[in-house]
C-alpha cells in the first residue's frame, strides 16, 4: 500500500485484516459462532473501508458538535459508524442494494452478538456472501485492483448446507425468534428489485460435473448472468427450473396498515362499544391506536429525525411510501393488553 497517505493506509489496512479474519472464521469448520463473528469483523472491515475512502477525498470522517468542532469520545475523535458513513457515501440513493445489505446487518450484528446462532448460517449466507463481493468490488473502483483481497482467497471446501427455513430454525431453538422475525421483516421491507439484485444477497447453484480435460483450468468460476449470451441464458433458465421453486417477491406480506389493525384488535376484544364524547364508539379506534404506539414505544413520532427507530418486532418503516406497517404480534400484544380494563382506561386518563 506505498504512496498512500497514513491516515489512508492505516484505515485500508485495518479493513483488509478484518475481511480476512472474518473470512478465516467464518470458514473454520468447528466453529459454531459463524455469522456472529463474521458480521462483527465485516462490519469493522467496511466501515474501515469507508473511511479509508473519505481520508482519500480530504474528508474527516468525525461528527461534530453544535458549534462545528469536531467531538471526541475517550481522548479521540468520534469516528463516523457504518449507518453514517452509508449516508455520507450513498446520499438519496436509498435503495441502492449494496446499501441495503449493510444496513442488513447493522441491526442484526446488534441482535446476534452475544448469541451462539448456528441455525441462522445457512439462511443468510446470501447476504454474508454479497457483502464480501460488494467489499472487494468497491475496494477496486475506490483503490485499484492491486488492492483487492480475492488474490489472498481461494474457495472453501464446503459440505452440502443444510437447507432449513427460519420456521424450521426457530422450532428447534426458541430463543432464535427475535432474530428470525428481524431477519423476516427486514427482508419484507425492501422492494423486489433489490431483493433480486445478487448485490443485496449472492445466490448461486453449484452442480457438480465431469471433471474438465484442461489441467490448467479452474474447478469452479463464477460468471455474472448478465454477460452470459441469450442462449447460454435460456440454457440456464432450463436447468435452475430442475433445482428450485419458483419464488415470486412480495413486498410486506405479513404487515397491517393502521386500519386494518383497528379492526383486528376489536374484533380481538369482543367488538365492545363504549361511550366517549357523548357518543357510542368501538371500544378500539384509530385514536387508541395512535395512544397505544405512543405508550408502548413501538414507532416514533410523526416529526421525528430518524423515521426507522421502530421495535421490529411490531413495526416497520415504509420507506417508499413514508409509512409504518403493524405485525402480527403487534395485534396479539394490545389483544392480551387491553384485556385489562384498568390498562384500557390509562391510555386515556393520562392523556396518553
Known sequence: MRGLPRQVKAALEKAHDSALLAVEVYNKPAVTFKSGAYITLMVIACTSLFHSIFFRQKKKPFYKGDNGRFLFLDGDFKHWELDECLRQYFGSDVMNPVRKNLEFFIPLRNKIEHRSMPELDPSIFGECQAMLLNFDEMIEKEFGAKYCLRESLSFSLQLFPN?????????????????????????????????????????????????????????????????????????????????????????????????????????????????????????????????????????????????????WKYCVFDKLHSDYGYTQAWVDFLVEKLKDEKEFNSLYNHNA
Not at 247 to 257: A, G, I, S, T
Request: with cysteine; glycine share 4%; hydrophobic share 35%.
Open 163 to 311: 437447507a432449513e427455513n427460519l420456521i424450521e430454525a426457530v422450532r428447534k431453538n426458541p430463543s432464535t425468534k427475535p432474530v428470525m422475525e428481524f431477519v423476516q421483516q427486514f427482508r419484507s421491507t425492501i422492494s423486489p428489485e433489490v431483493s433480486a439484485s445478487g448485490k443485496y444477497s449472492f445466490k448461486a447453484y453449484l452442480i457438480q460435473v465431469a471433471n474438465h480435460k484442461n489441467e490448467h483450468a479452474l474447478p469452479i468460476q463464477f460468471v455474472h448472468y448478465d454477460k452470459l449470451t441469450d442462449e447460454e441464458k435460456k440454457q440456464l433458465s432450463h436447468l435452475v427450473t430442475m433445482v428450485k421453486f419458483k419464488e415470486m417477491p412480495v413486498v410486506n406480506p405479513d404487515l397491517f396498515k393502521p386500519g386494518e389493525v383497528v379492526k383486528k384488535v376489536q374484533a380481538g376484544l369482543g367488538n365492545l362499544k363504549v361511550e366517549r364524547v357523548g357518543k357510542t364508539v368501538d371500544k378500539f379506534s384509530m385514536d387508541t391506536h395512535s395512544r397505544c404506539w405512543r405508550r408502548y414505544k413501538v414507532r416514533p413520532p410523526k416529526d421525528a429525525q430518524d423515521p426507522r427507530a421502530t421495535d
